[in-house]
């Protein structure tokens, strides 16, 4: 098996990203996964063109996007994207789409084949707070998720894919009084055991239905 996880850059002001910064500290091998990194930009568009060239290079059988949700406490596996680009702040490259569809021909959402219930077990196991969310927000992140999904729909039906958001780490709260986080270390044990469950996954598949700041 293998599994391409992606990482935003940083954005917003912020000088890193947890996500990026995770995802380059995951194992080369997860339960028998081949992990293939890589790092994304927080744009529009741009996120989606790099993350569907390497799916056509890697071939990987499940995708899976990381990306930073200040504001949360635990690391929370997404249930659904929705087709709705509505920028709260700029992207990298000076972006700020205003309740825009994504793709006109796609679904109004689209829900992960990703078992995160059991995700969300297996990190818990590792002693780390973590939740299901249902919504990725409509920022970058939703937008990546989304994209994936599309890409299922329409032409890779054998592919599995998902979204975790992670909370800041430490570095990034000094400034920030009664925000909270999480050690990149903590973030880097809970995506791991999180990965290890889809790898070792028996459920069956969820199937794709039309009908989540980052």
């Known amino acids: 098996m293998k599994i391409l996880v992606t990482g935003f850059d940083p954005f917003d002001k912020e000088k890193i990203n947890p996500a990026l910064e995770a995802v380059q500290r995951l194992p080369e091998e997860i339960a028998g996964a081949k992990i293939i990194k890589l790092e994304i930009p927080t744009v529009f568009g741009q996120a989606g063109i790099v993350v569907g060239n390497a799916i056509e290079l890697n071939k990987p059988d499940v995708v899976v996007n990381i990306g930073q949700a200040g504001g949360r406490f635990a690391i929370t596996p997404e249930k659904v994207a929705i087709n709705l680009a509505d920028a709260r702040i700029a992207d990298n490259a000076g972006n700020q789409p205003l309740d825009e569809t ?8 689209y829900f992960t084949q990703l078992p995160i219930k059991a995700m969300v077990a297996a990190i818990n196991a590792k002693g780390l707070p973590a939740a299901v969310s249902y919504t990725a927000g409509s920022f970058v992140c939703n937008y990546i998720m989304y994209y994936v999904q599309y ?3 329409k032409k890779y039906p054998n592919l599995k894919g998902g979204f975790i958001h992670v909370p800041f780490i430490f570095e990034q709260v000094v400034t920030k009084p009664q925000q909270p986080a999480m050690s990149i270390n903590d973030i880097v044990i809970g995506l791991t ?6 790898a070792t996954s028996g459920q069956e598949d969820i199937k794709i ?3 989540t700041e980052h």
């Not at 055991?193 to 889809?198: E, G």
């Open 102 to 109: 994504i793709f006109t021909d796609g679904q109004t959402a």
């Open 151 to 153: 890409l299922i729909d």
């Open 193 to 198: 055991a999180a990965i290890a469950a889809i």
């Open 209 to 211: 239905v039309g009908g």
